[in-house]
């Protein structure tokens, strides 16, 4: 019984699991270079991320702040955007945790769940108010990664992708490479800042702020295999509730691997999440290929126009 | 209901999205589908200011349909109970109870006793004095008949003037039509809650209620909560493990504050304050404060403590334990007689600490005239917040109607460290006391509250220190001593010693193990009597974290932290056995009576004294808790029972009815009287209404409206627009409409609206959204407007006060004011600048013959 409270309330992580402590801190100078387009690190520890199960969001922004605490990441000061309460809009170098807002007519399963439902007009279906917290995905074959021509961007012992930020030339090529527009230049300085999945806090044997002030276990975090059984036992608690709309995303790495995924209420693209995401960078070897393939032709053409010529 | 707890309450509500996960049920009453809503199993639209009418359905409900928890009923209210011959109802009286004097307006609440006893409240306008004075004698007598049983009652709930019976025909129309006419919400939703809430209550399941202040700030706010425990009472739900009615607070340890109050007319431990004319001295205000029956039957023992906590070796019997030196109450004295106070120039100086009164409290102009009419002001806050920087920059300057030059008030800003740069404790909804230590050293000249209190005590200690004028003794003769910490670099008092004060000691030092010892002989001092114990065995019980996992199996987790009184989790938990002390079932069983030991024993401390027996029946002449059956559980009564029906201790009503906010664009369904006949009102040229329905110009704010907080900020905030994190989430004042509001008054989403009150007009962005429902009441329909208050004039992001709206209209009880109903026109486009705005009110006043009270 004991061990498995939660060693923080509120966290998921349980005494048991001692998976994600550190032994021995790496300096950036013992710590060994990563080979271009290698995905794991060399000496693998558990794949570590975040399970965010927005049925259980209240949308209370404490991940966004804590994530902006933590990593001291600039506030940007606008105007009220008159989209629901986000004010933030989007995942950017500036926003790390972002919370989505959505206002839409639509039957509420929970009612069903609990044999409650509210009356009224069959063809408007009632109000529900969708939250969930985005964050970096941190890609099982993270494009982002690929292109990187600095190595600024790296794959870390947790399995997660972070950006380096003293490395980085700002060059910008994995902005359009991640298909969920996570990687975004700060304009102040150039350079690409997103979600390390808390790395520094991992080193520490910490969890990532967003997951630890998140006061309903939203956001979860641990090894992944951990956080997909989970989150496999809550999707069926709920389709067994009746609530036939919950499903995954993200966590079938056939599909598209995610280390950090969710459990949603509708359909990817009403959260502002691509519904097939793609890797891009999955296309270099046909790329190269149609090249060579162009290169060759281009090569017999000119030695033909040179052997016509000597006639 | 009354609360939109996940957006205001984030923290405590993971365990009801926890208890929902292991299949509670959660409904969420309001006005507005909030985040709160969002994580509910069912959302139930209400006009803002209805809930007594939902609630009193509920209570329709359950009598019309038999679902009552008899044997609860019978045995542990005071449903069978007979009232006096004299009493008449609101149903008698088209919506007056008997003892209304419509020239004092207030009531002579001694037609609502019991018949052959009276009785005093536990709480409240115990001596009700302050109506009238004569009935200060009713609560003297306070004596049961033959075995601690009130004289006359009827167990099978049929006798015409029982209880049960004038509850009946109290709320006999208060039907699911009715609710829907008056609500406007529609019957089959108000229905599935009326059911959910009898189905999940009994001896197997419990239901509970959180309520914010979403319920109390109305002209009749204690009554909606009583109309709550009304319902709680009938179901069986306190007292029981899952039940009760839970107070979620608007800040860390409000509860805290009331407990150890800034109130004016409580004590530590809700001892009443005396009263000038009526307690010359200590005998006379106990006796006519205490009943002699239950646990307020040792109330001198509670005071002469008290008196020596503060006076120590200075309290001796010969002196009546310095009982003089207490300042006494001679009317009203709450923060709302002293603002007029203020205008009028009878009250000088202002103490502004954890507040900012020209954000947050309603109608902010007339704070704001108050504060520049002062001679001096000091604000203590983490930065210079507008009830403090009014004098140049609020609302008033930008209109011409206050000139800087002109403004005498001189203002002293102290900076306040924050919760983290302190120790100290919080004492939350749960009455779970839980120490914080400092975790950083204040900055600069920020310091603490109790640095601030004991410094400026000290000082004035020390100007008086050679005064002969006998009125300074009771400063001079004053506990002082507290020990500064060591290592302060500033002298920071001790806060450990300020607990074990207030948890108390006796004759030898030794810290009081609980309230039991506590003596009226002067040998034991305690800074309030309900928290004795906190420094039990010289330990900060407060700081115990101890998670429940090392508890050996308990869930009640009794060494986490420390809960008044005497560690119990769960107060009346006597009731969460049946009358033989079994429990009332295997599921929800707790505290239970063990023959074999002769004693009472379970998971929690029980809340009767561990030995009295189950069948123990008082003799003639005990007192105090000796003279409550043990059968009783509620023992802070003087007759052991809940009080579904209220005999003493309210000034507006044994019974809560449902009255129209002061300000409302309609009728009120019921009866013919209005309003709450006895709501506290200002009729004054600074604070005028907006006309009721039934007055011509009611038409001119034909919207209602209701103030709210967000979770990205805090109240009127000072802690959170001064933070860049927090800004950005929620940067501008907005308001929320309905897309048929909308329509009707051409607003755009994103666009801008100004909203009009006969007090001001103030400015927001618009969100439109389907949140906001339009209501269908009494065959009209009416839109809500939604408003957050949380804007000012400083910090990172600005904007208009929407308190600045509201008049000041007060529950006659506690004195809170009407924030959450009130009525309001709103049109297109920003408000007018300088001089313009003054005219554009002064021509709504004019078109709605704006008038000053009345009703």
């Known amino acids: 019984m004991s061990d498995s409270h939660p060693i923080i309330p509120g966290s998921g992580i349980t005494g048991a699991s001692d998976a994600y402590n550190i032994e021995g801190r790496e300096t950036p100078e013992t710590r060994p270079l990563i080979p271009l387009g290698q995905r794991y690190y060399a000496e693998e520890k558990p794949r570590m991320g975040f399970f965010t199960d927005t049925t259980v969001c209240i949308g209370c922004k404490a991940c966004e702040v804590a994530c902006k605490e933590w990593n001291n990441v600039p506030d940007v000061i606008g105007e009220l955007t008159g989209q629901s309460y986000d004010n933030t809009s989007s995942l950017g170098a500036n926003t790390w945790r972002h919370v989505a ?200 053409g000119v030695a033909a126009a040179f052997a016509g010529g000597a006639r | 209901m009354g609360s939109n707890m996940a957006e205001n309450h984030p923290v405590g509500f993971q365990w009801v999205v926890e208890a929902r996960l292991r299949g509670a049920k959660i409904i969420h009453v309001d006005p507005r589908f909030t985040r709160t809503s969002a994580m509910s199993n069912l959302h139930v639209p209400l006009r803002a200011g209805t809930d007594i009418a939902f609630l009193g359905g509920i209570v329709n409900y359950i009598l019309e349909n038999d679902r009552y928890f008899r044997d609860y009923v019978v045995h542990y209210t005071n449903a069978p109970v007979i009232v006096s011959e004299e009493y008449a109802d609101t149903e008698d009286l088209d919506g007056l109870f008997s003892g209304y004097d419509p020239e004092s307006r207030s009531y002579d609440a001694s037609t609502w006793q019991y018949v052959g006893t009276t009785v005093s409240g536990a709480a409240g306008q115990r001596e009700m004095g302050g109506i009238t004075g004569e009935q200060a004698h009713y609560a003297q007598a306070g004596e049961l008949g033959h075995g601690g049983e009130p004289p006359e009652m009827d167990r099978t709930l049929e006798h015409p003037r029982c209880v049960f019976q004038i509850l009946k025909k109290h709320y006999s129309r208060y039907t699911p039509e009715m609710v829907e006419e008056i609500c406007g919400t529609p019957k089959e939703l108000f229905l599935q809650v009326a059911e959910a809430l009898c189905e999940n209550s009994g001896r197997e399941k419990t239901s509970a209620f959180c309520y914010a202040v979403g319920w109390t700030q109305h002209t009749v706010g204690v009554q909606y909560i009583r109309t709550a425990a009304i319902i709680q009472l009938l179901l069986g739900n306190i007292g029981r493990p899952g039940g009760g009615i839970l107070a979620l607070r608007g800040h860390a340890s409000i509860q805290g504050s009331t407990d150890i109050p800034t109130l004016y007319n409580i004590l530590p431990g809700y001892l009443p304050m005396p009263h000038a004319h009526q307690h010359q001295n200590l005998e006379m205000y106990v006796e006519r404060n205490s009943a002699k029956s239950g646990y307020w039957g040792n109330m001198k023992a509670y005071m002469v403590s008290l008196l020596k906590a503060y006076w120590g070796g200075a309290a001796t019997a010969e002196n009546d334990f310095c009982f003089d030196y207490l300042p006494r109450l001679t009317g009203d004295h709450s923060i709302y007689p002293a603002l007029m106070g203020m205008i009028d120039g009878w009250c000088k100086g202002f103490f502004v600490m954890g507040e900012n009164p020209a954000v947050g409290a309603a109608n902010g102009k007339l704070q704001r005239l108050a504060l520049a009419n002062l001679d001096w002001l000091i604000v203590r806050d983490f930065s210079e917040i507008e009830s403090a920087s009014f004098w140049y920059d609020s609302p008033e300057i930008e209109t011409g109607e206050l000139k800087t030059e002109e403004i005498g008030t001189e203002v002293f800003f102290m900076p306040a460290a924050a919760h983290t740069e302190k120790n100290g404790s919080f004492t939350n909804t749960q009455r779970l006391l839980q120490w914080h230590f400092r975790a950083v050293e204040p900055q600069g000249d920020c310091r603490s509250e109790l640095w601030f209190m004991y410094h400026l005590g000290r000082k004035v200690r020390e100007k008086l220190a050679n005064s002969t004028d006998p009125k300074d003794r009771a400063i001079l003769d004053l506990n002082w001593d507290y020990p500064i910490e060591e290592e302060s670099e500033f002298e920071e008092p001790d806060a450990e010693a300020v607990l074990r004060e207030i948890g108390g000691w006796d004759e030898n030092n030794e810290p009081l193990p609980s309230y039991l010892p506590i003596k009226a002989d002067g040998s034991t001092t305690c800074g309030c009597w309900i928290y004795a114990g906190v420094y039990a065995d010289e330990v900060n019980q407060a700081a115990r974290k101890k998670p429940y996992w090392e508890q050996g199996g308990n869930w009640v987790a009794p060494e986490w932290a420390w809960a008044w009184p005497m560690n119990r989790r769960i107060i009346y938990n006597r009731a969460s056995a049946d009358p033989e002390g079994r429990p009332w079932s295997e599921r929800k069983k707790y505290i239970w009576w063990d023959e074999e030991q002769g004693q009472w024993t379970g998971y929690d401390v029980p809340d009767i004294s561990p030995t009295k027996r189950p069948d123990y029946e008082p003799e003639a002449g005990a007192v105090a808790e000796d003279a409550i059956r043990g059968d009783k559980p509620f023992i802070m009564q003087a007759d052991g029972r809940g009080w579904i029906f209220v005999p003493a201790g309210l000034t507006d009503g044994p019974l809560p009815t449902h009255y129209e906010p002061h300000e409302s664009p309609f009728e009120n369904a019921l009866y013919g009287q209005q309003s709450n006949p006895v709501r506290e009102v200002y009729p004054r040229p600074e604070n005028p209404y907006n006309p009721s329905d039934g007055d011509p110009g009611a038409r001119v704010f034909p919207y209602v409206f209701t103030t709210y907080r967000l979770t990205e900020h805090h109240t009127a905030g000072g802690m959170t627009r001064t933070v860049g994190h927090l800004s950005e989430l929620q940067p501008e004042m907005f308001c929320e409409v309905s897309p048929e509001l909308a329509k009707e008054r051409g607003l755009e989403n994103d666009g801008w609206a100004t909203i009009i009150t006969s007090r001001t007009a103030i400015e927001a962005r618009v969100l439109v959204t389907d949140r906001v429902v339009p209501m269908k009441v009494q065959g009209r329909v009416v839109h809500q407007v939604g408003l957050p208050y949380h804007w000012g004039s400083k910090g990172i992001v600005t904007g208009d006060s929407a308190n600045d709206l509201l008049g000041l209209t007060l529950d006659p009880n506690v004195h809170i004011g009407e924030y959450k109903a009130a009525t309001c026109d709103i049109r297109p486009g920003r408000r007018p600048r300088g001089p313009a705005l003054v005219r554009l009110v002064e021509d709504y006043r004019r078109r709605a013959e704006s008038h000053n009270g009345g009703g």
């Open chain 1, 101 to 300: 807002f959505i206002e839409q007519r639509k039957p509420i399963k929970m009612q069903q769940e609990a044999g409650l439902m509210t009356p009224g007009s069959e063809e408007d279906g009632e109000f529900r108010w969708l939250m969930s917290s985005d964050v970096c995905k941190h890609c099982t074959e993270a494009p982002c990664l690929d292109v990187c021509p600095t190595g600024s961007l790296f794959r870390t012992e947790f399995g997660t992708v972070v950006v380096q930020e003293d490395i980085c030339n700002g060059c910008g090529y994995c902005v359009p490479a991640c298909p969920f527009g996570v990687l975004d230049r700060r304009q102040e300085d150039g350079r690409v800042w997103k979600c390390t999945l808390c790395y520094d806090r991992q080193k520490d044997g910490l969890e990532p702020a967003c997951a630890q002030a998140c006061p309903t276990d939203s956001i979860q975090f641990g090894p992944l295999d951990e956080l997909r059984e989970k989150a496999n036992g809550r999707l069926e608690m709920l389709h067994e509730a009746g609530v036939d709309d919950a499903r995954l995303y993200g966590a079938n790495e056939e599909e598209y691997g995610m280390g950090a995924f969710f459990l949603l209420l509708d359909d990817p693209e009403v959260y502002g999440l691509p519904p097939d995401p793609e890797v891009v960078t999955r296309k270099f070897k046909s790329l190269w290929g149609a090249a060579a393939v162009a290169a060759g032709a281009l090569v017999a």
